[in-house]
């Protein structure tokens, strides 16, 4: 979603300038196009070397270098977007009221592009009513501002003024500048990782699902501009986009409950967590305790939630399903879409070494009740989240 973007960051002098090198290399690693501009401060707290090394462009610091000229106009009209993190107070104060004594303030003053900004300063300058007042003036400005972090400060204290973390600046940009609508008005649901069956207080019946191609696809639905409301089992994850709405589950029964209220509602649902087949018939009110050799759990079916959406499904709606197959592939995943009433199936063979449960990549088939079919190749799980999102939007459309 980055890739080929034009990204003009703005660093001031700050001690979190340090943070500024990872964000390009996230940035450029993300295929965006990165041009740095330095306030004269920023250059006791980052190198411009390193910067350019990792843009591969000089990085600018003067309005005028002896017969050249930095053409600020141009550079505010050639980025997608602005962004200055970290901003110090200074630079911030001097945003607020049109200073212009640096590159930096010119490229801004000039700038016809989105501006975003992420502040970074000490607890007692973060809630001074200048830094308050100069803020709400960048806002009216119609600059966005990414919340500071609560935390360890450069003077040794603790509190708010930290500057956001690079990933969550990348996320911010995501989210609010380079959202795009193809899926605009359309609401979708998507399952993520794994029910936990509860035996007695203590012991639980799981599997090794991660999550993550849930959270992907999630992701890949929202940042294409649907309204997402992700159901999840317990998982190690969060979702990178404070838009999505998610819902916590525990069991197969809370996913089945949570998915059945919604599903009227939605237009497209994408079943992906790996549901708990079976659950204890009798959940034990006390610890079972170790006093005999054997021990038998009478087991009985859980709700399966892709047939139950499929029984109910209307005209309209677009339901997918997953399919995890070690044998018969290709038949039991059309079985499975057939008899559960989907109108997609995505297989996910755990032959494929680097696919499916834990790995950070995936190799999938995706099977259209219409008999178009697609194989993709090993890739990570944003990629073929993306996949699985363009497919759909183009069977919207068919
Ligand atoms: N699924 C579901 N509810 C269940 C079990 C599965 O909604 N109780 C969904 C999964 O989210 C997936 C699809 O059904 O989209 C297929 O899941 P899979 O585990 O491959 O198949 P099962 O139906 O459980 O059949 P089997 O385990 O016999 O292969």
């Known amino acids: 979603m980055l890739e080929g973007k034009k990204i003009l960051l703005g660093i001031t002098g700050s001690i979190a300038a340090y943070k500024a090198i990872l964000l390009v290399r996230l940035l450029v690693k993300a295929g965006a196009e990165v041009r740095v501009v330095l306030t004269p401060a920023a250059k006791s707290f980052v190198s411009p070397l390193v910067l350019a090394t990792l843009t591969k462009y000089k990085v600018l610091t003067e309005m005028f270098e002896e017969d050249t000229w930095a053409n600020h106009v141009m550079l505010g009209r050639w980025a997608d977007v602005m962004v200055i993190a970290p901003l110090s107070c200074n630079t911030l104060a001097k945003m607020a009221n049109g200073q212009c004594d640096n590159l930096l303030l010119a490229v801004y003053l000039s700038a016809t592009c989105p501006v975003v900004v992420s502040p970074a300063m000490d607890e007692d300058m973060w809630l001074h009513p200048s830094t308050k007042r100069n803020i709400d003036l960048l806002k009216q400005f119609g600059n966005k501002i990414i919340p500071v972090e609560k935390g360890d400060l450069a003077s040794g204290l603790i509190g708010e003024g930290r500057m956001a973390e690079p990933e969550t600046i990348i996320a911010f940009l995501k989210e609010n500048i380079f959202r795009t609508s193809e899926l605009a008005e359309k609401k979708v649901l998507v399952t993520a990782g794994p029910t936990y069956e509860p035996i007695d207080p203590v012991r639980f019946m799981g599997n090794r699902s ?143 070494a680097g696919a499916g449960f834990g790995y950070d990549t995936n190799k999938i088939t995706i099977f259209h009740k219409d008999g178009r079919i697609i194989e993709t190749g090993l890739e990570s799980k944003q990629k073929i989240a993306d996949e699985i999102v363009n497919f759909i939007i183009k069977s919207l459309h068919a």
Do not use: W
């Open 210 to 352: 991660s999550g993550k191609m849930g959270f992907s696809l999630a992701e890949a639905f929202y940042t294409k501009g649907a309204e997402v409301h992700l159901v999840t089992g317990p998982v190690n994850l969060e979702s990178s986009f404070a838009g999505i709405q998610v819902t916590h589950v525990q069991t197969a029964q809370e996913m089945a409950d949570a998915c059945m209220s919604i599903f009227g509602q939605m237009n497209i649902a994408v079943l992906s967590a790996a549901v708990a087949d079976y659950k204890a018939a009798v959940v034990a009110e006390e610890k079972i305790k170790k006093n005999s050799e054997e021990l038998d759990l009478h087991l009985i079916k859980t709700k399966d939630i892709l047939k139950s959406l499929g029984g109910i499904k209307k005209d309209g709606q677009l339901l997918v399903g997953f399919a995890l197959e070690t044998n018969n592939e290709k038949e039991n995943a059309l079985k499975k879409m057939e008899n559960k009433n989907a109108d997609i199936i995505i297989l996910n063979s755990l032959r494929n």
